[in-house]
């Protein structure tokens, strides 16, 4: 399982971000897909996930609203699109997948293989 995250930067505040996460070495359309952030000093938390064929999604309270995933499977790609970014959105960004073929995830604690991240910086 390879995931690599990208699409970060450095934006001003309200300004907009599309995250991508390329997935390889496995069947992307059996699994769900998360994405989670890691403010600096702090722990990483659960942003969104999406299921495996894109029916279903969730969103943290945090940033519903504001953020927008989805899936591309053909590609083999899984974005999360950030709207009306805060300085507090500052963090990097990684996606996550199970351990296991997983369609449906119970809460972001099902997700265990992470990508590499990409730094969003949110200036005000």
Known sequence: VQLQASGG????AGGSLRLSCA???F???YYAIGWFRQAPGKEREGVSWISSRGTSTYYADSVKG???ISRDNAKKKVYLQLNSLKPE???IYYCAAPAERLWFPNSFGDFHYWGQGT???VSS
């Not at 930067?9 to 001003?12: A, E, K, P, S, Y």
């Open 9 to 12: 930067g450095l934006v001003q």
């Open 23 to 25: 997935a390889s070495g």
């Open 27 to 29: 069947a992307l359309d």
């Open 66 to 68: 504001q953020f927008t």
């Open 89 to 91: 959105d500052t963090a």
């Open 119 to 121: 730094q969003v910086t």
